[in-house]
C-alpha cells in the first residue's frame, strides 16, 4: 500500500467538456508501473483509442512525475509526457526537469491527464485543489519566456511555475516542445500537440510536501545514492563544471561524433571550434533542477556579433544538431539557434537536423537556392541555418518545407531526398554514429519512440562502463542483449521512477535497480526487489511495443538510415566502420529473441501474460497477430 | 513631523569603498523637497562636486520613491533617477514605474544614494535591513530581462523586483537606459552612469508596510483623487484601453506629429499605418504598475514577419520615435525594436530620433552607404533601422557612430550634420512638434534635463484644457508665464511626490496642486498649502538650473533646434507655422523674467533666498554671477 512519495491523486482535465476530475493513483498502477512513462504510457495504451489522430481530441497528453519528485531525492525533479506523438505515430515520450514536475507534485496530483480540444486557446490554472481553464486568447502567439512571465503577472503570483508551448506548437510544427523555465521537453512533437488542443500552458502552484514514508530508510537510501554519485569519476567535477557539451570532444576522440548529416563523421574536427574549452569561454554560470547537487546545465552566453548577448544553455545534443550537423562551426550562432529555439518552442535536436538534412540536398544539388527562398544552404552556413528557425515555426516559404522534420520534408521535396533523411520512424537521430558505437544503432532502430538517445542509451560504449558487462563498441554480438537490458533498465530506474538519465550513465548504473527499489520502499513502502523494479522496465518497453503495433507499426519501421549499413566512416577513430545490412539484421533478431518477441517483433503471449498485459494480449489476439 | 508614508531611512552604498551606511530622511528635506527628484536633486547638487565627470567615480546615482509610493495612493508607484547626465552635462533625471520603486519603500528606504565605482561587475543585493555587494561578472553582458530572471533563480526567490541595464548601459552609451520589469527609466543616459560604476543591477526585497498617518484623512483624500480620475474624459476608457499610442492620431490631428526627422511633419499621415485602430490589433493584453487603477500599458505582439511574435510595450514616444521619425510606416517592426531597446537597455527615443538623424543625413547625401557598412538609410527603411539598434550598443561600425545620441554623432560625423540633430542640451526630441505647440518649444528649450515632455509637458496645447487658463497653442504671449507653471506644478505634484505624469495631463490638473498637499496631510502628517506645494517645485527648478550653471551650462543652452525657427510647416494642421527667432526670444525673455532670473538666465539672490536655496546663492556668489 502507498504511504508517501505518491501525492495520491490524478488530475484530469478535458478541455472538449471543460470537465475537471480526481481520481485515486491506484496500487496496481504504483507497483507495475512507478510513475513517469509508466502511468503516461499506461493511460495512453488504455484510453487513446487505436488510430487516433496524434493532433485530434481523441488524442490525451500526461504529465506525470514520479514518486521521489519534490522529495529531498537528488536529481528526481523530473517528469514525463506522454501522448501519441504526431512525429512518428507512435508512443511520443519526452521528459522534463526544472520546478514545474515538483510544483505539480506540491499541488497535490501524481498525473495530469489532458483531453479533448478547447474551441478558443486556453491556459490550465492548477492551484492545489482549485483548478480552473482560463482564456488564452491574449497568450496566444508570444515566445515561451514572455507566456511564462505574462501568465505570473496575471496571476499576481511569481512563483508559479508554467509549462508552456510558443509559435511552433501552436502552428502544429511535429517537431514542437513544450517549455518549463529554461526547460524543454524536447522531443516528438509533444508542442504540437497541445497546439492542437489549443492548449497554451498549463501553470501550477502548489503547498502540499511530499509524504515520506520512513524517514530513517530515506536518509539511508538517499546517503547511499549521494555517496555514488560523490565517488563518480565523471560527474564531479567535469560533469557538473561543464556539463553535456564536453561530450564533443569525447565523441570526436570516438571518431562518431556526426559532421554534416552524418556524410563526414570524423572528417571534421569540431574540437577547437565548438568543443568543450570553446564552451568554457562561452560560459556566465549554471542551473540545477530542483534538489539537483550537480547542476549539469551551463549558461551560455555569445560573444560574437550578430549574436552577442544571447544567453541559452545549449547541451550536447544542441551542438551537436546546430554545430556538427550543419557543420557550422561558430559556437554562438549554435547559443542563439538553441535560444531561438527555446523561445519558438522548437526541438533543437529534430530543428538542426532537418535543416543539416535540407543542406545535404543543396549541396547536391537536389534542391537549389529556388527551392530556399535564396538562401545559400550549403554546410556551416550559420547565417542561414538561423534564418530558417522562424521561417519553419511560421511556416513560411521554404521554412513550411522543413516545419515538421525531416521525414515530412524528403515528401515535400521528393527527388530522391527520403534517403539523406537521418531518422528513424520519423525521429530525428541523436548526436552518436552508430557505425562506431553499433549497440546505438540497434537502441535507435527499436526504441519505441524512434532514434532516440534516451531510451536506451548505449553508456557502455561511450564511458567504457563494464556494466553490466564489458562491451566492444564495433562488435555487434551480444548488443541485442545489452539494447534489452539498457531499455528496460533505462525505462525502470529513470523513465518512470522518473529520475535523472545522467546519474544512471554516469554515477550509478551498477545500483541504479537497486538504488531505486531502496528509493521506493523508503519513499513510499511500496516494496519491490531489484529484479521487479527491472521488470517494470520490461512490462513497460512491452506494453509501448504493442501499442505501436495497434497503431500500424511493424518490424519494417526497426531500421536505420541505409547510410549506416553502406558508407564506411572514411576517417577519425572509428574510420571504416559501419553496419552491414547482415550485422545490423543479425543484432535485430538477438534483439528480439533476447525480448522473446517473434522474428516479425511481436511479443508472445506468454512475455506479455508474465508482465500482466493482459491487454496487450487481448489488442494482438484481436489483431490476429498471437 | 514625519509620521508617516516615509520609512524614515535613506541608504547608501558606496562601491569604491563597499561602505553601506544608512541616515535618516530628515523633516527639513522631506518640507522642501517631498521625495522622487527632490530629494535626487537636492543631494545631486549638494553631493557632486563641480565638473565631476558624469562616467566618473564622484557621479552618484540616486534612486528615490515618494511619500506615496507603496501606500494605496493611486498611480504613485513611482521613483526617480537622478544623476549627473552624460548626455546633457547636465541634471540627469529619469523616472519610472512598475514594481521595484514600491519594493524599495517596503524594504525601508526612502532613497538609494548609489557612490563610488566598483572595480568589477557587482550587484547590489537589498532585503530588508540587509544590503550587501555581490559580484555581476557572471551577469556581464546579459540582456535586461535575462539578468533579472538570473538574479532571482541566484537569490532563488521570484519576487524580488529588479532594475538594472543591459549591454547598452555597460558599454556606456550615453542613451542608456535602466529597466526594471518591463518598464524603463529611459533618458539621459542614466543607464550608462549605472554601467560606469560597473553597477549591473540593484535587486530588492522588502517585507514592510509604508505606515499612513491617518487613515481616515487618508481615505478621504484617496476617494477625493480617485472621483477626480474616474470623472475624467480622457482616462477611461480611452487611455486606460489604448494608453498613449493613441496620441498618435491626436498629434497628427493637431499637425505636430513628427516624421522623417522634424523634416516632413504634416505631410505623411501615419493614423491607416501606426495609428491608434492599428496598434489596436496588436493589443494582447495591458499591464498595470502596483495600485494602478487605469493600466495603460499595452501590450502588443507584432504580427509580420520577421517580426511575428515579438512582443512590447511601445508608447506614443516609441511610435514617434521609431515610427514617424525615421518615416518607418512597419508596426511590427515599431514593436521590435522597442523589445530591442528594452532587452539591450537603450532609450527609444533617443536611439530612434538618433537614426532618423542619420536617414536625414543619407537622404541629403551628407552620408553614404560607404558610412554606413552598406546600409541604406533612406527614411522608412525599418530592416536598416532595426540592424543598427544592436550596432549601435555594441559599438560596431556606423553603430559606433550613433552609440551616444544625436549631438555626438553630428560631431564625429563633422560636414555640417549637426544643424539636422534634433536635440537640446543633447537630448533628443520627443514627439510634438514645438511650431504647432509653442510652449512646446518653450519648455523644451528651458527644461533643466533638455528637451523633455516630462518636465513640464504643456497639455493644455494637446487636450485643449484650459488650465490654468485657456491658450492659443500656436500663440507665443503668455507661454513664459505657462511654462513655468508647468514645470513647477508638474515637478511639484509628479516628479516630487512622485505620481504619475498622466494623472496630471489627464485626470487631475485642476486639483493636482491641493491633492498632493491633502495626500500629503493625510499620509505623512506633514501639512503643506497648495501654494507650499507648488513652491517645491519652484525650489526644484530654480535649484537645478544653478546645478547646470554650476555645470557649464548657460543661455545659449536654451535654445531650439534652427529648423523650429526657419522652416514652416508645410501641410498639415499646423500649417505655415513655425517659431521666428524674435518670437523665440521674447517667450524665453518672458518665461525669465516670470522665473525672476536675469536675461541671462541667472536666478537671482532673491528668488533663492525665499526659496531657501543658500547653497545655490553660495554657488552663483563663487562664480561671480550675482
Chains 1, 2 share one sequence.
Not at 558487462?469 to 518512470?496: E, H, I, M, S
Not at 518497453?541 to 500500424?552: D, P, Q, S, Y
Request: one cysteine or more.
Amino acid at each position: 500500500m502507498i504511504q508517501g512519495g505518491y501525492m495520491g491523486q490524478i488530475l484530469r482535465v478535458n478541455l472538449t467538456t471543460k470537465q475537471i476530475t480526481k481520481e485515486e493513483t491506484s496500487d496496481a498502477l504504483v507497483r507495475n508501473y512507478l510513475g513517469g512513462a509508466g502511468f503516461g504510457i499506461k493511460f495512453l495504451f488504455d484510453e487513446v483509442p487505436q488510430g487516433a489522430d496524434p493532433l485530434g481530441a481523441e488524442n490525451k497528453l500526461i504529465f506525470a512525475p514520479g514518486p521521489f519528485t519534490g522529495t529531498k531525492t537528488p536529481c528526481a525533479s523530473r517528469m514525463a509526457i506522454t501522448t501519441k506523438s504526431p512525429l512518428t505515430g507512435a508512443v511520443g515520450l519526452s521528459l522534463t526537469g526544472g520546478y514545474f514536475p515538483v510544483e505539480l507534485k506540491f499541488a497535490g496530483y501524481d498525473a495530469l491527464i489532458i483531453e479533448g480540444k478547447a474551441e478558443k486557446p486556453v491556459y490550465i490554472w492548477i492551484h492545489d485543489d482549485k483548478v480552473s481553464i482560463r482564456s488564452a486568447e491574449g497568450l496566444w502567439g508570444t515566445n515561451t519566456f514572455d507566456t511564462q512571465q505574462l501568465i505570473k503577472d496575471e496571476l499576481n503570483d511569481q512563483n508559479i511555475r508554467i509549462a508552456c508551448i510558443g509559435p511552433a506548437g501552436e502552428n502544429l510544427s511535429k517537431i514542437a516542445a513544450i517549455i518549463n523555465e529554461r526547460r524543454a521537453a524536447g522531443r516528438k512533437g509533444v508542442g504540437a500537440v497541445m497546439g492542437s488542443k489549443n492548449l497554451k500552458a498549463v501553470a501550477v502552484r502548489g503547498s502540499r510536501q511530499v509524504p515520506v514514508y520512513s524517514d530513517e530508510a530515506f536518509k539511508e537510501a538517499r546517503a547511499v545514492m549521494l555517496k555514488a554519485m560523490k565517488d563518480s569519476e565523471v560527474l564531479y567535477p567535469a560533469f557538473s563544471q561543464m556539463g553535456t557539451p564536453m561530450v564533443v570532444d569525447a565523441m570526436w576522440g570516438l571518431g562518431i561524433f556526426p559532421t554534416n548529416n552524418f556524410s563526414a563523421t570524423g572528417e571534421w574536427d569540431p574540437v577547437d571550434s565548438i568543443g568543450a574549452s570553446v564552451s568554457a569561454t562561452r560560459k556566465i554560470g549554471r542551473e540545477h533542477c530542483y534538489g539537483c547537487p550537480v547542476g549539469c546545465s551551463q549558461l551560455k552566453l555569445a560573444r560574437t556579433a550578430p549574436y552577442t548577448g544571447t544567453l541559452s544553455e545549449p547541451e550536447y545534443e544542441t551542438m551537436y544538431s546546430f554545430g556538427g550537423m550543419t557543420g557550422v562551426d561558430n559556437i554562438d550562432s549554435i547559443i542563439y539557434a538553441d535560444r531561438i529555439c527555446d523561445e519558438l518552442g522548437l526541438d533543437t535536436i529534430s530543428a538542426g537536423a532537418t535543416i543539416a538534412f535540407a543542406m545535404e540536398l543543396y549541396e547536391r544539388g537536389i534542391i537549389t537556392a529556388k527551392d530556399t527562398d535564396g538562401l545559400n544552404l550549403n554546410f556551416g552556413n550559420h547565417e542561414a541555418m538561423n534564418a530558417l528557425l522562424p521561417r519553419m515555426v511560421y511556416r513560411e516559404g521554404f521554412g513550411a518545407v522543413l516545419a515538421d522534420g525531416s521525414r515530412i520534408a524528403a515528401e515535400r521535396i521528393g527527388r530522391g531526398s527520403a534517403k539523406y533523411a537521418m531518422h528513424v520512424k520519423g525521429l530525428e537521430l541523436p548526436g552518436y554514429d552508430p557505425r562506431g558505437a553499433k549497440a546505438h544503432g540497434l537502441s535507435y532502430a527499436t526504441s519505441y519512440t524512434g532514434a532516440d538517445h534516451n531510451r536506451g542509451y548505449a553508456f557502455q560504449e561511450i564511458f567504457s562502463v563494464p556494466i553490466p558487462y564489458p562491451v566492444d563498441r564495433f562488435a555487434t554480438n551480444g548488443k541485442g542483449k545489452l539494447t534489452k537490458w539498457n531499455q528496460d533498465v533505462r525505462a525502470a530506474t529513470c523513465d518512470c521512477p522518473t529520475m535523472c538519465a545522467f546519474l544512471m550513465d554516469m554515477a550509478v548504473p551498477s545500483i541504479a535497480l537497486e538504488n531505486t527499489a531502496n528509493l521506493l520502499a523508503a519513499v513510499s513502502g511500496v516494496t519491490l526487489t531489484p529484479e521487479e523494479v527491472q521488470t517494470v522496465g520490461e512490462r513497460l518497453n512491452n506494453l509501448a511495443r504493442v501499442f505501436n503495433i495497434r497503431e500500424g507499426l511493424t518490424k519494417n519501421d526497426d531500421y536505420l538510415p541505409q547510410r549506416f549499413l553502406t558508407e564506411p566512416l572514411k576517417e577519425g577513430s572509428s574510420k571504416g566502420s559501419y553496419i552491414p545490412q547482415e550485422e545490423f539484421e543479425a543484432m535485430l533478431a538477438e534483439y528480439y529473441a533476447e525480448r522473446d518477441w517473434s522474428p516479425e517483433g511481436v511479443p508472445s503471449r506468454e512475455k506479455l501474460a508474465s508482465l500482466g498485459l493482459d491487454n496487450a494480449v487481448a489488442t494482438l489476439e484481436k489483431m490476429g497477430l498471437l
